[in-house]
């Protein structure tokens, strides 16, 4: 199942604008995909998928939750986009199943050590947590993992909203200023 982007998808580029996320179609597609894959080995598992489109660089994250657990396990993938995007829509295509077929060969790895999401976590322990660059059949991309769990950010999120915190605008903790340290005790 696609989720909403989160704001703070992890990026390898320094961004001066925001995402167009991708389309909901392609997110809904890909998780469906994932979910039927591997249904067998996710033990009330469910994988959301997100994206999120730059000028210059294509983020997928395929993320695996499940809903008695905090942590989740994301797997990032990131690719460099043409410089005239627009006229190469076939090559963002391209890299787009290169970075899905990615992120299937990796659960389908950690599936293959065991079950639901645990089994996942517990491949993860020995990954390194920044972009790792490699070559996907003549494509270069760079994964990353995490064990955010963007589903419950999102609710979060909403929650702080509801009660009057917004995203933008002032912070009210900011006014309470730092303590001083020589009146501490």
Known sequence: MAQPNPRKLPTRKRHNKNPTSLPKDFLSTVAGLFQKQFTKSLNGSTFLVYG???????????????????????????????????????????????????????FSQCFDAGK????????MKETPLAWQEFEWEGTKLFIKLNRDNYTLEGAADELLQKSGFSEEGDDPLDDLGEPDPDKIN
């Open 52 to 106: 999120n489109l730059f000028a210059d660089e294509v983020v997928v994250c395929v993320s695996l939750s499940h809903p008695k657990s905090l942590p989740a396990a994301s797997l990032h993938i990131s690719a460099d986009l043409p410089e005239k995007m627009g006229e190469n829509p076939e090559k963002v295509t391209e890299r787009l199943k290169s970075m899905v077929d990615v992120a299937a060969s990796w």
């Open 116 to 123: 639901g999401l645990e089994a996942v976590l517990e491949e």
